[in-house]
């Protein structure tokens, strides 16, 4: 068996703040492996520990408690820094640069001969959908862009192991997806990623799995399918040539009913099977454009469990 690219075990990280040194805890107790070749979502509302995390895994931070391992080396480790890649969540760069610039400045950073930095450049700017934008300089970027060439930089030594953070920040639906099909394309390639991201949406499009963080601890942990409820939540049909008569019959039956123009939208809450509506709507006539059943989405999961955690703490509380 493989071993884990990254091992979190009980990291926690407490600050000392302001003149009475306050203590804060923006890491209480992360626990997490992820494997090689996968991609791995870190979920959590604002305020999770995600990025302190993150800070943490790059050596940026030091942790108050708890074990890291980051590619079989120890957190902080120059060997283990050399084979990653990363993407902070507000990167700043020198803006009197070009995107091309900028990118053979990193490639050298990490000792690639000149010659070899600018192809390696060159390549990533194409692979990002700044090629035509190489030699603009980074003040002229657009957010968007400079999201783009962020990525770049994450990439430019050829990493095993990319931590994301908050990546699709800034970007359009286009420059989303494509963002999206160039993170599938490194798995494809073998490699590992580490994205953090509070469009989930795409998380739950490209994650094997995931760790769900609430108040600094992770409550969940697992492949998306065993994380989602596979029942059908609701189901949504869409109507046209409802009469006013079927709509009351609807309605008596405790369904939701939405009306814009001459089409209906009807939900059938829980996993009522929705044949006796259909078989209903086609007595009376009406015609069925679309049936849609809706099963638990990642957002949900998350939501759900941050709200349980909200309630336990007030249940808590309210008990001292």
Do not use: W
């Not at 071993?3 to 009475?20: C, H, N, Q």
């Not at 359009?172 to 390639?189: H, M, N, T, V, Y």
């Not at 989930?200 to 989602?228: K, N, Q, T, W």
């Amino acid at each position: 068996m493989s071993r884990p690219v990254l091992v979190v075990e009980r990291l926690a990280k407490t600050y000392a703040v302001g003149f009475l040194r306050k203590k804060v805890h923006a890491v209480v107790d992360v626990s997490l492996s992820v494997e090689p070749g996968e991609i791995f979502g870190l979920l959590g509302p604002n305020g999770a520990g995600k990025t302190t995390t993150l800070k943490v895994l790059m050596g940026l931070v030091r942790p108050s408690a708890g074990r890291v391992e980051l590619l079989g080396q120890p957190v902080g480790s120059l060997e283990a820094k050399r084979r990653l890649g990363y993407l902070p969540e507000s990167p700043y760069f020198y803006d009197y640069l070009t995107g091309r610039e900028l990118l053979v400045f990193m490639a050298k950073l990490f000792g690639l001969p000149r010659r070899e930095a600018r192809r390696r450049a060159d390549a990533l700017l194409e692979q990002v959908g700044l090629a035509q934008a190489a030699d603009l300089a980074l003040r002229r970027y657009s957010k968007g862009m400079l999201q783009r060439v962020g990525v770049a930089q994450a990439l430019v030594n050829d990493p095993e192991l990319v931590i994301l953070d908050e990546p699709m920040t800034g970007l359009d639906p286009l420059g989303r997806k494509d963002l999206r099909e160039l993170i599938a394309s490194l798995r494809q390639a073998g490699k590992t990623v580490l994205l953090s991201s509070h469009i989930l949406s795409d998380v739950e499009l490209l994650a094997d799995r995931v760790a769900i963080l609430v108040r600094g601890r992770s409550v969940d942990v697992g492949p998306l399918p065993e994380l989602l409820d596979a029942r059908t939540l609701s189901t949504e049909l869409v109507l046209t040539g409802a009469s006013a008569e079927l709509l009351a019959a609807i309605a008596e039956l405790g369904h939701t009913v939405r009306r814009s123009g001459d089409r209906v939208q009807v939900t059938v809450t829980g996993s009522d099977a929705p044949d006796a509506l259909v078989d209903l709507c086609r007595k009376h006539g009406a015609s069925i454009a679309e049936v849609a059943p809706r099963k638990e989405s990642l957002e949900d999961v998350v939501v759900k469990r941050v709200r349980a955690e909200g309630e336990q703490r007030e249940r808590a509380e309210a008990a001292r």
